[in-house]
């Protein structure tokens, strides 16, 4: 099994990013993938996540109108794109899965990449 993130980099305030979730290794379309990122000195939070089968999302009240997420079921990937971005938006971000949504959700993904870094420069 396999989750790779990309997409990462150094962007201005009011900037933009799309991030890429690349996966392998596990039936796609049965699980739910979420991003989440962790910033220095903080506990990983929650960003998005969304449900491969019928498309159910999540957004953490912090992202809502500025990120938004989608999956492509034919190329086993789950994208995060990321506008109006904040200083505080500036984490290390990684896709996890799961069969279970809310398990995505609550962080219990069986599976986890090893993160892309964002950094938004005031």
């Known amino acids: 099994v396999q989750l790779v993130e990309s997409g990462g980099g150094l962007v201005k305030e009011g900037g933009s990013l799309r991030l890429s979730c690349s996966t392998s290794g596990f039936t796609f379309d049965d699980y739910g993938v979420g991003w989440f990122r962790q910033a220095p000195g903080k506990e990983r939070e929650a960003v998005s996540a969304?449900?491969?089968?019928?498309?159910?999302?999540y957004y953490t009240n912090s992202v809502k109108g500025r990120f938004t997420i989608s999956s492509d079921n034919a190329k086993k990937a789950v994208y995060l794109q990321m506008n109006s971005l904040k200083p505080e938006d500036t984490a290390v971000y990684y896709c996890?899965?799961?069969?279970?949504?809310?398990?995505?959700?609550?962080?219990?993904?069986?599976?986890w990449g090893k993160g892309t870094l964002v950094t938004v420069s005031s």
């Open positions: 996890s899965a799961h069969q279970n949504f809310p398990a995505v959700v609550a962080g219990w993904g069986d599976y």
């Open positions: 969304i449900s491969t089968s019928d498309g159910v999302t």
